[in-house]
């Protein structure tokens, strides 16, 4: 069995010049037993990863693999062509069906919320777009990870200030690829990635105990999240 990663920045692997950013998809083998097969990508929508990456991917696909598929964060900037309930989902559906008729398991991620606080709640940032996938595991009867609900208890247990050192923020001079700086609440510092993968291997096995080693399509129960 093997896992293949569907996603944008936040699943995908470091870049030398760039760690410690991360997604966190480059720490999952870190986590689980079977290989790992990382096809996420910076900027990525359900549309561009149709385009550029999907068929390299479907075409590693095998019976009773896992197929992870997390988009969001860039889709919502496309409202027109991406909308929560049109394009966005009709993709979302085109794949799952994909992986289902190669006798895979697809797993549906909400996409990790934004470190945006007000005084010490997160603010959501994806609007309908994480519903909207959680509809879509409903409709479908497929896994779903639920990042956006956990990231959102992590950020809030840890606080306002201990939750930066998830994410990369880095000053004047510290880091070579943003000599000017960075403050970023978005993308993961290597600490934050990590803290994921081991959060979405939990929810992976979980998901693996409650259905065995059936594909996807007939599931009766779904694993929805794991303790932290």
Not at 20 to 41: I, Q
Request: proline residues 7%; negative net charge.
């Amino acid at each position: 069995m093997t896992y293949h990663l569907a996603g944008d920045s936040t699943v995908a692997d470091p870049q030398p010049d760039e760690l410690p950013l991360s997604g966190w998809g480059g720490f999952l083998s870190e986590h689980v037993d079977a290989p790992v097969r990382n096809h996420a990508f910076g900027g990525a929508t359900t549309e561009s990863f149709l385009a550029e990456r999907w068929d390299g991917l479907i075409d590693g696909v095998r019976p009773f693999d896992t197929v992870l598929i997390q988009f969001g964060h860039n889709d919502q900037k496309q409202p027109e062509l991406l909308g929560s309930r049109g394009g966005y989902l009709e993709r979302l559906r085109a794949m799952v069906d994909a992986v289902h008729a190669r006798g895979a398991r697809s797993v549906l991620c909400t996409s990790p919320e934004r470190r945006w606080f007000e005084g010490e709640r997160i603010t959501p940032t994806h609007g309908d777009y994480p519903n909207a996938v959680r509809d879509l595991a409903d409709e479908l009867v497929a896994p779903l990870i639920d990042l956006t609900a956990f990231t959102t208890w992590l950020y809030e247990d840890l606080g306002p200030a201990d939750s930066v050192g998830l994410f990369c923020h880095f000053a004047p001079g510290e880091h070579p690829a943003w000599p000017e700086g960075k403050t970023d609440d978005t993308h993961f510092h290597e600490r934050g990635a990590r803290r994921i993968a081991a959060y979405v291997a939990r929810s992976l096995r979980a998901i693996e105990r409650a259905d065995g080693d059936r594909p996807a399509r007939g599931l009766e129960i779904v694993a929805r999240e794991a303790r932290p």
